[in-house]
């Protein structure tokens, strides 16, 4: 089995940005945990991080027919990108979205996403524990 983890802007900065709502554990420390469940689940797991929409946009459509599910969180372009939602309708692969911190507590626009519309699930507000949790449930599911 293999999953894709897709992270959007500024998820490269964890650690630095804004502690008081991601939390102090950094990207290397994601990263980290991701190499760790797939050594402990037997699957393997790719990662790709960008800051621009059209990149996550290709990178979801080379998944095409490579990948048996996606792990997505993409970050500020959750709230506002029909691209990436037409993107993950477009490759039909399962997908659960994951939020870093709760974004139904925080202000009223990020109570929006687009790319949830398609995903299967959405985790939100576990911290770095939730991409865990979506790589099991996509496990377990698909
Ligand atoms: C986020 C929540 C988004 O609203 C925000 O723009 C992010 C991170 C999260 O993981 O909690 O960059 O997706």
Do not use: W
């Not at 402990?40 to 991080?49: A, L, M, N, R, V």
């Amino acid at each position: 089995m293999k999953i894709l983890v897709i992270n959007g802007p500024n998820i490269n900065m964890l650690g630095i940005r804004e502690p008081g709502i991601y939390g102090k554990n950094t990207f290397a420390d994601l990263l980290a945990l991701l190499e760790q469940t797939a050594q402990e689940e037997g699957i393997e797991i790719e990662q790709y991080q960008s800051n621009h929409e059209g990149c996550l946009v290709d990178r979801i459509q080379v998944a095409y027919g490579k990948v048996d599910g996606i792990v997505i969180n993409p970050a500020a372009y959750t709230h506002t990108s029909v691209a990436i939602l037409d993107a993950l309708k477009a490759v039909s692969i399962p997908a659960v979205e994951v939020h870093i911190s709760d974004v139904d507590a925080r202000e009223p626009f990020r109570q929006v996403s687009y790319a949830g519309l398609y995903c299967c699930k959405t985790i939100k507000g576990h911290g770095l524990e939730g991409y865990r949790e979506a790589i099991l449930y996509l496990k377990n599911n698909i």
